[in-house]
């Protein structure tokens, strides 16, 4: 039966890879659909850039479901890295750049956990929205230095941080506490 594993083994190693194979698949064929979407809307209104924020927190959620089920040092950088790769090899938009970000958004939610192996254990909300808040910061700055977000209006550039902020924390902790809490009555069971 599918349970938590609290230290690297070749259980914890499938586990990984079938978060990032799950995670990886729901990026390509569903978050990017839904990105593209809310980009064409906003673009009409001249709102465009605000896409990407509005969705952001959608690309972090493999992270913290990752140390969620191997609760253990590195394995939100494993699980984000490997869903980025596989977004990447099934065509995601944002070619090799994927991969980066996925390490970045990895290192980042385990901020919140970070140094304590019993943080890992405990996955409480405080955790979480910490994790989810140096997630939605790098994933910005890093956005903002790559793709040349200085062009933009002061106005639009607060709007996209208040966006990619308020995103992470709806999904990358709100929506992942959700699932894990699901997870947690069903395995009880």
Aim: glycine share 10%; charged share 10%; net charge neutral.
């Amino acid at each position: 039966m599918l349970r938590r594993e609290s230290e690297w083994n070749v259980k914890a190693i499938i586990l990984m890879a079938l978060i990032g194979i799950i995670m990886g698949v729901i990026y390509t064929y569903v978050v990017n659909p839904i990105y593209n979407s809310v980009e064409l809307a906003l673009n009409l209104v001249g709102l465009g850039p605000l896409a990407g924020q509005i969705c952001a927190g959608l690309w972090y959620m493999a992270a913290p479901l990752a140390m969620y089920f191997v609760p253990t040092f590195g394995s939100g950088i494993v699980g984000e890295t490997l869903a980025a790769t596989v977004e990447m090899a099934f065509g995601g938009q944002w070619g090799a750049m994927t991969i980066l970000q996925g390490l970045v958004q990895g290192a980042c939610n385990e901020i919140g956990f970070f140094p304590k192996k019993e943080n890992y254990d405990r996955f409480g909300w405080g955790r979480l929205i910490t994790g989810a808040v140096c997630c939605a910061v790098a994933g910005y700055v890093m956005s903002y230095l790559t793709y040349g977000w200085s062009a933009y209006k002061p106005a639009l550039l607060i709007e996209m941080f208040i966006a990619c902020i308020i995103s992470s924390i709806v999904f990358d902790a709100v929506l992942v506490k959700l699932i894990t809490k699901l997870f947690d009555r069903v395995m009880a069971k």
